[in-house]
């Protein structure tokens, strides 16, 4: 071989070299993940993983269709239970009497149906907005009241009709 046509430089760059490319190419053909490529390519395969999608959107249906249960349950099942008392105390502006609306409204809206169905005697004045203007408004199940004297009749309904009052 004449020296002007020998390449130049090392004789072990004249062996062409596979690419990372080429050769990650030869391993999937030559691996399992090749057969399974290979598989769901064919009618079979593609009807099995229709299948398979099928079965699991199904799954995730009904999973979705399962009410869940508030978290938190574990924790008002002991508190809020007919003839118990929860008193709070706290600073002003400590969030005691936001804290009781929400629990009140929760038990009143009835979203943890495993408490049972309440009623609320408070002396929180609740309001809405309706038309640009704030009106007071009291949700089915709550009842305003400013003297001890008005709660009585409450209870006594709530005793006869044997529903939680809080």
């Given at each position: 071989?004449?020296?002007?046509?020998?390449?130049?430089?090392?004789?072990?760059?004249?062996?062409?070299?596979?690419?990372?490319?080429?050769?990650?190419?030869?391993?999937?053909?030559?691996?399992?993940?090749?057969?399974?490529?290979?598989?769901?390519?064919?009618?079979?395969?593609?009807?099995?993983?229709e299948q398979y999608r099928r079965e699991e959107r199904k799954k995730a249906e009904k999973e979705a269709a399962k009410p869940k249960p508030?978290?938190?349950?574990?924790?008002?099942?002991?508190?809020?239970?007919?003839?118990?008392?929860?008193?709070?105390?706290?600073?002003?502006?400590?969030?005691?009497?936001?804290?009781?609306?929400?629990?009140?409204?929760?038990?009143?809206?009835?979203?943890?149906?495993?408490?049972?169905?309440?009623?609320?005697?408070?002396?929180?004045?609740?309001?809405?907005?309706?038309?640009?203007?704030?009106?007071?408004?009291?949700?089915?199940?709550?009842?305003?009241?400013?003297?001890?004297?008005?709660?009585?009749?409450?209870?006594?309904?709530?005793?006869?009709?044997?529903?939680?009052?809080?």
């Open positions: 071989m004449s020296e002007s046509l020998r390449p130049s430089g090392n004789p072990i760059s004249w062996v062409k070299r596979k690419t990372s490319e080429q050769k990650e190419q030869e391993y999937l053909k030559s691996s399992p993940a090749y057969a399974m490529k290979k598989y769901a390519k064919s009618p079979e395969g593609k009807a099995r993983m508030d978290p938190a349950l574990k924790y008002y099942r002991p508190v809020f239970r007919p003839g118990f008392l929860m008193i709070t105390s706290g600073r002003r502006g400590g969030g005691k009497t936001h804290a009781a609306v929400s629990f009140a409204q929760m038990l009143v809206e009835e979203r943890c149906p495993e408490l049972g169905k309440w009623r609320l005697a408070t002396n929180i004045i609740f309001v809405r907005k309706a038309r640009g203007e704030y009106v007071t408004d009291y949700p089915e199940g709550v009842h305003h009241i400013t003297t001890m004297k008005e709660l009585f009749p409450i209870a006594a309904d709530v005793l006869e009709k044997g529903r939680t009052s809080s």
